[in-house]
């Protein structure tokens, strides 16, 4: 079957070698899948997953018209902001894999970290529940009952922590989601991989789960596995600093809204100095359980006045969807450095009159 990428060939900076070409179309066309397969994409950090995963996802888009993507790489997320873990339904194929871009997900939580160390337990449950919600909404378990609802592949793509407790929450998320596919991407660095073989099933795999080893596309000087190029300036800085500053905020009442600071303590006295020119997961307490919110998008807290009991919140999140909103997730994503301190100018959407709150 044709292909957005001729197999082999280097486009847009991006090397798709006829290997990953063919496991794609492995997945695609396997004629012994039904349902639609689950795609499990694994392997060790810069090994190339998330390009692979967005060929696969090309490849799927020629035979299914939708796919779902579970995205648990919270460092490096494919359709969202760091933090992030989401399920996305895409419907248009990506015709330059050099490109990221972002995609309004079906639903998604806020971890609000760029690695799953702090808390394994709630980055697990967060996984789960996502899977849960692709099976309950794109599974058809008895087509007699549902013959309206369309099936969807689904690829799941994850971080590159392999080893340790990383190691752990893979087996955890593979032993959960038991995937028709099972890809994994091996280096050059043989330490470094994941071991071969269903290394997660301990003999007890249920069904059939399809295993394809493929090598990373190619390798730099340093020996290291490189899909993308990394000398790209970034010359906007300054441009993006006065955006944001002339962006007009929302006013938010301090009563409408409850605050959850993640994976740390703040004492109730210094919660909005805490607060002031950070970067919320925006959510709604009534959607899912008290314990997983679904989250709407992100927030930037550009000042806060206790004497009026309002926050300002700069979020390109749509109104109607923000009067809904009752509950921000502070974590350790963080506005970035160079955006606070741009040279010759000062970034004037961070608030410093912070009000105390006694």
């Known amino acids: ?12 900076n991006i090397y798709v070698p006829d290997e990953w070409s063919e496991a794609a179309d492995s997945i695609a066309y396997d004629s012994v899948t039904s349902p639609p397969p689950v795609s499990f994409i694994c392997g060790a950090k810069n090994s190339g997953k998330t390009t692979f ?8 888009l020629q035979r299914y018209q939708k796919v779902a993507y579970l995205d648990p790489d919270v460092g490096q997320p494919e359709f969202t902001a760091p933090g992030f873990l989401s399920l996305t339904v895409v419907d248009k194929l990506t015709p330059d ?6 995609k309004t997900p079906e639903r998604c939580f806020f971890f609000g970290d760029v690695s799953s160390k702090r808390d394994p337990s709630t980055y697990l449950k967060y996984i789960f529940t996502l899977y849960d919600y692709y099976r309950k909404e794109y599974c058809m378990f008895d087509k007699s009952k549902s013959p309206g609802r369309t099936e969807l592949p689904l690829v799941v793509n994850t971080p590159g922590w392999v080893k340790g407790i990383g190691y752990e929450i893979l087996v955890d998320m593979l032993k959960y989601i038991s995937p028709t596919h099972v890809v ?13 073989g269903a290394f997660w099933s301990n003999g007890d795999c249920d069904g059939i789960v399809n295993i394809i080893e493929i090598k990373s596309a190619r390798q ?18 300054k441009e993006l600093a006065y955006a944001l500053a002339s962006h007009p905020p929302y006013e938010v009442p301090i009563s409408c809204i409850k605050i959850r600071h993640l994976h740390c303590q703040v004492p109730s006295n210094e919660i909005y100095y805490s607060l002031n020119s950070t970067i919320v997961g925006l959510a709604v307490s009534s959607e899912g359980s008290e314990d997983l919110p679904w989250c709407v998008g992100l927030g930037i807290v550009r000042g806060i006045d206790t004497f009026k009991g309002l926050l300002y919140v700069i979020t390109p999140v749509p109104q109607s969807i923000l009067e809904k909103v009752d509950l921000f997730l502070q974590g350790f994503i963080q506005i970035p450095t160079c955006l606070l301190q741009v040279k010759g100018c000062r970034s004037l959407y961070v608030s410093s009159n912070v009000l105390p709150t006694s």
Do not use: V, W, Y
């Open 184 to 196: 994994k991407i091996n280096i050059s660095a043989e330490s470094k991989n994941l071991p071969g």
């Open 97 to 102: 894999l050099a490109i990221p871009c972002l």
């Open 220 to 237: 730099d000087s340093f020996n290291r596995s490189q899909c993308f190029p990394s000398d790209k300036p970034i010359t906007t800085i």
């Open 53 to 60: 995963s967005r060929h696969l996802l090309n490849t799927l």
């Open 1 to 12: 079957m044709a292909s957005m990428s001729e197999p082999g060939s280097s486009t847009a």
